[in-house]
T-cell receptor
Framework: NAGVTQTPKFRVLKTGQSMTLLCAQD?????MYWYRQDPGMGLRLIHY???????AKGEVPDGYNVSRLKKQNFLLGLESAAPSQTSVYFC???????????FGQGTRLTVV | AQSVSQHNHHVILSEAASLELGCNYS??????LFWYVQYPGQHLQLLLK??????LVKGIKGFEAEFIKSKFSFNLRKPSVQWSDTAEYFC??????????FGKGTKLSVKP
């Protein structure tokens, strides 16, 4: 049972480049989340999804887009990367808002 | 909008000392409350959760938390910390919309 898997684990982008981060969960969870973690800022919610085909904005959605075409996958896209998007990105999933959220191992993204 | 405040940025304790980490939340409806822990270099793991019933909840590794509705608080406690408790601790709240919001975290350093 893999749980929540994020790819890639590391990436370096040049300013203006685009990329997609993939999150896959094998637990049949309805809810999926994308966070960024920066020193002293905790985890800030970028976007989330409450089910297949749905997405919603979190606390810091600007500069990011997401899609949930399949229940098990939640994609985070950066259309034009900026140095301010240098961060560690975590994906998480849960059955409901009352149950434990399981986290992936994170993606360390550097934008130069 | 939902928000979570953690009072302490960095707490330094000696082994066997007692721990209390503060957490206050802002949310108008029914809430689900969580404490997560992040050990160095790892992803977040659930310590404990509360969504109804007994306001004193017990979690893993001897941690407990008390929900005080009138104070909008959910403080984390442990009677006697160990060196292995060195980690960053995050309080989180989720609501009916499904978003899961985290505080900025409290780093705990335990001196042997």
């Amino acid at each position: 049972n893999a749980g929540v898997t994020q790819t890639p684990k590391f990436r370096v982008l040049k300013t203006g480049q685009s990329m997609t981060l993939l999150c896959a969960q094998d637990m049949n969870h309805e809810y999926m989340y994308w966070y960024r973690q920066d020193p002293g800022m905790g985890l800030r919610l970028i976007h989330y999804s409450v089910g297949e085909g749905t997405t919603a904005k979190g606390e810091v959605p600007d500069g990011y887009n997401v899609s949930r075409l399949k229940k098990q996958n939640f994609l985070l896209g950066l259309e034009s990367a900026a140095p301010s998007q240098t961060s560690v990105y975590f994906c998480a999933s849960s059955f409901t808002p009352r149950t434990e959220a399981f986290f992936g191992q994170g993606t360390r993204l550097t934008v130069v | 909008a939902q928000s979570v405040s953690q009072h302490n940025h960095h707490v330094i304790l000696s082994e066997a000392a007692s721990l209390e980490l503060g957490c206050n939340y802002s949310y108008g409806g029914t809430v689900n409350l969580f404490w997560y822990v992040q050990y160095p270099g790892q992803h977040l793991q659930l310590l404990l959760k509360y969504f109804s019933g007994d306001p004193l909840v017990k979690g893993i590794k001897g941690f407990e938390a008390e929900f005080i509705k009138s104070k909008f608080s959910f403080n984390l406690r442990k009677p006697s910390v160990q060196w292995s408790d060195t980690a960053e601790y995050f309080c989180a709240v989720s609501g009916s919309q499904g978003n899961l919001i985290f505080g900025k975290g409290t780093k705990l350093s335990v001196k042997p």
